[in-house]
């Protein structure tokens, strides 16, 4: 494993304590990598790369221009490419009320950091935008278009999917179909910790949300409200980072980070299950599926070490090119590790460059006698610092950092 260590030309906003972080991090229609941070300005860059996936540059997007907005306080998660090119963002900004007379009564949301911060943010799920405003913006075809400029509240995610925009508010999950943004319809609104937008590849295409008491919530794209399932979470803490993998399976973060776990609606049964896959001391921070041939691929994710990011994963298996009986729970997967990023201990964030998709079906085509195969395309991973579970005090004064890894 090699890796390359980039540090984000942005700045600390003056005047507030947590510490910048890189929110949002996803590959565009570009082929570039669109990267949002909070507590920064700019918070918005597209991260220029070589036919060879090689750094050219950084370019800031022009958010703030854009907006016209001097209370802009950055980005949360989304930025999520469809296959037309178009992505879904939220930003954050100041609520109405003086920064003094928030103080007063000790709500002042830029005093705060890491858990007192997320916990304070996760109340904020309407009201009149006296402590936070946030607004929902589109980009189509290179340009920003406003959904929403300046709503009350948090909304931790945003994504376009299919005909409709979806998002987290608060303890709400709300839809509204792309063309009609007055035609908003709340699916839900008595959630557990939520903060991403997690979706399987199954055929349905299910959300998996966190209810109350860590109950699990399943919704398919058009359902009118998310059903409970007989599966609980090991704490209510919620869940963390996801990767949708080719076998049907969510992976993701849960108990504060420090167990990796998976959850599927069984294929055959129609039943829901879950298997608990890592259970550690040491905090796991971000997941993401990588491709190793047509047919068959691996999860990774970081793990937090004090020298630095620990990247590890597991060989997954489309579902159909199984040979396990898919009614029954696989074998938990053998897990290995890829190398150390030093000096980056908290990598918030993992997305992977498309370089080499178009190869796969060409493989496909040429080894239909070995379908398993491992291929020989350059896979490569790029990482974020930082997220909003991290300590406030780690680097202080100093930009976050991108980090480009080749496996």
Known sequence: MNYNLLEVPTKKIQGIKPHPFISALHCNSKNNLSCGLMWANPCLFEVRLAADGSFLSFEDSGLEEALEDKSLWGLGHGLRSTTSGDTALVSYHKGFLPEFVTSIFGQNLVTKAGDALREFLLKQDDGMGALLRHSIVQIVNHEFKVRRFKDPGMVWDVAHIGDYIFGLQGQALWREPYLHTEKRETLRKDLGPTFYLHKDKSEEGFFWLCGDKGRLLRMALTDIKAKPTPIRLA?????????????????????????????????????????????????????????????????????????????????????????????????????????????????????????????????????????????????????????????????????????????
């Open 235 to 407: 704490d209510s803490s919620g869940m963390g980072s996801s990767a949708a993998g080719l076998d049907g399976w969510l992976y993701f973060t849960n108990k504060n980070c420090k167990q990796l776990a998976r959850v599927r609606r069984n294929p055959i049964s129609h039943e829901e299950e879950s298997q608990v896959l890592v259970d550690s001391d040491l905090s796991i921070r971000a997941v993401c599926q990588i491709p190793d041939a047509p047919n068959r691929g691996r999860i990774v994710f970081s793990v937090e070490r004090k020298e630095g990011a620990e990247i590890k994963g597991f060989e997954i298996l489309n579902t159909e090119d199984n040979p396990e009986d898919k009614e029954a729970l696989p074998p938990l997967p053998k897990i290995e590790s890829f190398g150390l990023v030093a000096g980056m201990s908290h990598m918030g964030s993992l997305t992977l460059w498309p370089f080499g998709f178009e190869n796969f079906d060409n493989e496909a085509n040429q080894n239909t006698q070995n379908k398993n195969q491992t291929s020989k395309t350059k896979i490569i991973l790029w990482g974020g610092e930082g997220s909003w579970w991290q300590n406030h005090q780690e680097k202080p004064g100093s930009p976050p950092r991108l980090v480009q890894i080749e496996l």
